[in-house]
């Protein structure tokens, strides 16, 4: 079955450090991956995607996004974090090539950030 | 440009009643979808509309919920009779083509007690 896995729940750094946002799929062929983010009071903002070509995904924010065949992962990354930066992060996969993108998510990781 | 709208943005209601949740989609965006998020698990989705037509119906939970798209414009979701395991935030989302980015409106969260 298709399906993504966010091992971590919650998450708490601080202010300046580095981030890290784990994401697994589970799916018949390499579909097309995505990152949202949610905001409290605001709908989910797609933060970047990976269709083909570079391995390495950049995106808004600051955040980058590296896909890995091998490891069937998605990771979300950012090498400093602001506190803006509070908030719910999910990763989805949709069906790659022809036809509509009937997105599947992960449970979402929440981010904490210190000051 | 105005993005994905929702209406309520909270609902909630008792076990037996009936809500309608309502979606704005962005203006000249064929592609209407919805999801649900029950008690913080994963985003799921539910349906998919290209202008008036169900494209895929395949995530309703059962006939206790009826989506509509009158006119290929704004879209409404009705749960009747509400269960408790209808709890959740509803998202909404659209996009221009169905292999764009879908850009997701606030949701609805509903509360059935």
Redo the contacts between chains.
């Keep these: 079955a298709q399906s993504?896995t966010q091992p971590d729940i919650h998450i708490t750094v601080s202010e300046g450090a580095s981030l890290e946002l784990r994401c697994n799929y589970s799916y018949g062929a390499t579909p097309y991956l995505f990152w949202?983010v949610q905001s409290p009071?605001?709908?989910?903002?797609?933060l970047l995607?990976y269709f083909s070509g570079d391995t390495l995904v950049q995106g808004i924010k600051g955040f980058e996004a590296e896909f890995k065949r091998s490891q069937s992962s998605f990771n979300l990354r950012k090498p400093s974090v602001h506190w803006s930066d509070a908030a719910e992060y999910?990763c989805?996969v949709g069906p790659q090539g022809?036809?509509?993108?009937?997105?599947?998510?992960?449970?979402?990781t929440r981010l904490a950030v210190h000051p | 440009e105005a993005g994905v709208t929702q209406f309520p943005s909270h609902s909630v209601i008792e076990k037996g009643q009936t809500v309608t949740l309502r979606c704005d989609p962005i203006s000249g965006h064929d592609n209407l979808y919805w999801y649900r998020r029950v008690m913080g698990k994963e985003i799921k989705f539910l349906l998919h509309f290209v202008k008036e037509s169900k494209q895929d119906e395949s995530g309703m939970p059962n006939n206790r919920f009826l989506a509509e798209r009158t006119g290929g414009t704004y879209s409404t979701l009705k749960v009747q009779p509400a269960e408790l395991e209808d709890s959740g935030v509803y998202f909404c989302a659209s996009s221009q083509d169905e292999r764009l980015e879908q850009y997701f409106g606030p949701g609805t969260r509903l509360t059935v007690t």
């Design positions: 993504v949202y009071g605001q709908g989910l903002q797609l995607k999910f989805a022809g036809g509509y993108n009937k997105l599947i998510f992960g449970a979402g």
